[in-house]
């Protein structure tokens, strides 16, 4: 019987988790900056980012954490700048808006 490596062992894996804070100090919303601030543009479903926003926003409203808020809304703002940017002129694709709550 082969044992395989779990993903992280395997040489993406480690060079992205070498990218994401791991101190014990980092909270998840560095860990998620740091991320964002490494990716690079891929193609994405529409529905993944508006499904994303959704949650994201709500986590920005809601989260009793400043720092967890902040980089909430801060992702909230980069996902609708991408989606705006992939409707192009028109609008949001097939006349699909984009839910805020607030």
């Known amino acids: 019987m082969q044992v395989t490596s779990p993903v992280r062992g395997r040489g ?6 070498q990218l994401i ?3 014990p100090s980092a909270t998840p919303a ?6 964002l601030a490494a990716l690079q543009p891929v ?6 980012l508006q499904a994303a926003v959704v949650l994201l ?8 954490d400043e720092q967890t808020r902040q980089a909430a809304t801060a992702t909230v ?9 992939a409707a192009g ?11 805020r709550i607030s």
């Open 12 to 17: 993406l894996g480690r060079g992205v988790s």
């Open 21 to 23: 804070p791991q101190a």
């Open 30 to 35: 560095d860990q998620a900056a740091t991320v």
């Open 43 to 48: 193609p994405v479903h529409l529905g993944v």
């Open 57 to 64: 926003d709500s986590t920005a409203c809601l989260s009793p």
């Open 77 to 85: 703002e980069l996902l609708r700048a991408a989606m705006d940017r």
């Open 89 to 99: 002129p028109l609008g949001p694709e097939a006349g699909r808006s984009m839910p």
